[in-house]
């Protein structure tokens, strides 16, 4: 397969076109930015991190029954994916109270909650990614019902077969945002999961495992990126 030119270059990554039309080669990048890009930096390796965590995750979840984009890792930041048109949600599920929830709610960090929680943004960057219900992503025209439907039971899937396995690696998934695109008719996963996309504290002692380190000036960001790698077993 032959790497062509840029699609797209994204805060994360770069999309690139293959002599294959139905795929595309997703290259991660060290870049880190929060606040919807007002803060900016560089996490040394996460791109690498960010690229063999997702790939290793995409495949357990395939075995579950969860489809995805995942093709073939191709280097230690290149994967091979398929073309999907993405939807524009941001699909968020909380287990534990943290973050933007914590702040809207008055419901302190930490708190367990009853049940797991789902939540939709609008991906627009100008807009910064406004929080609605699905019948707003109805509404606009971000997705149909069936497909809202789907994209539901297979994100709490996620969060089943995360939750689990993050936990016997001694990580609890506090929250995650994923992204899923349309493929051959069919909603699959796409994008990453990864310590920039996800809430992963130690389950003894809550240290903050993921992106939180570096939004909130918590040092440690590259160690704690290099901690989840290596209990997750992929190094
Ligand atoms: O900030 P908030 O509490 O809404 O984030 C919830 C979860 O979604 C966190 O795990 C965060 O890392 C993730 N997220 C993301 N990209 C965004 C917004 C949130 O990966 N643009």
């Not at 790939?55 to 029954?65: A, C, D, P, T, V």
């Not at 984009?69 to 699909?91: N, W």
């Not at 297979?154 to 993050?166: M, S």
């Not at 609890?172 to 069919?186: A, H, Q, S, T, Y």
């Amino acid at each position: 397969m032959k790497k062509l030119e840029m699609l797209y270059e994204g805060k994360a990554k770069k999309v690139f076109k293959t002599d294959n039309e139905d795929i595309y080669i997703v290259d991660y990048k060290d870049d880190a930015t929060a606040f919807n890009g007002l803060k900016k930096g560089t996490i040394v390796g996460k791109g690498v991190v960010n690229n063999k965590m997702t790939n290793h995750i995409f495949q357990i979840l395939e075995k579950e029954g969860v489809p995805t984009h995942f093709i073939e890792e191709l280097s230690d930041r290149e994967t091979a994916v398929k073309k999907v048109e993405i939807v524009p949600l941001e699909v968020i599920v909380r287990n534990v109270a943290a973050g933007s929830f914590s702040k809207k709610l008055g419901i302190e960090e930490g708190t367990k909650l009853l049940e797991p929680t789902l939540e939709f943004s609008y991906k627009n960057d100008d807009l910064g990614d406004p929080m609605i219900n699905d019948y707003y992503a109805i509404a606009i025209g971000a997705a149909t019902r069936e497909e809202i439907e789907r994209i539901t039971e297979l994100v709490f899937k996620v969060n089943e077969v995360l939750c689990k396995y993050f936990a016997e690696c001694g990580i609890e998934l506090i929250d995650f945002k994923v992204e899923f695109g349309r493929c051959k008719g069919e909603i699959i996963l796409a994008d990453e999961i990864s310590p920039d996309t996800c809430r992963l504290w130690d389950i003894e002692t809550h240290d903050k495992l993921d992106k939180d380190r570096f939004r909130r000036d918590l040092g440690n960001v590259e160690d704690a990126y290099q901690e989840v790698f290596k209990r997750l077993g992929i190094m």
